[in-house]
């Protein structure tokens, strides 16, 4: 059974990024790896995360 833990994660994300981050964990639950099946479906449930991406990475 898959388990996601966002647990300190999300404390200092902004409440717009707390969307892409939960987005992104749920498909990790699909796909473990951040290869080409990964960004397809992040592309199809999230079609802006790129843009969120950069700003969380900073």
């Known amino acids: 059974m898959s388990?996601?833990?966002l647990g300190e994660i999300i404390i200092?994300?902004?409440q717009k990024?707390?969307?892409n981050i939960v987005v992104h964990e749920m498909v990790h639950l699909?796909?473990?790896k951040h290869n080409a099946v990964f960004r397809a479906?992040?592309?199809e449930y999230?079609?802006?995360w790129r843009c969120c991406?950069?700003?969380l990475n900073r």
């Open 30 to 32: 699909l796909v473990r």
């Open 46 to 48: 999230l079609p802006k």
């Open 12 to 14: 200092d994300v902004e």
């Open 3 to 5: 388990q996601l833990h």
């Open 41 to 43: 479906y992040m592309n």
């Open 53 to 55: 991406k950069d700003e």
């Open 17 to 19: 990024n707390i969307k």
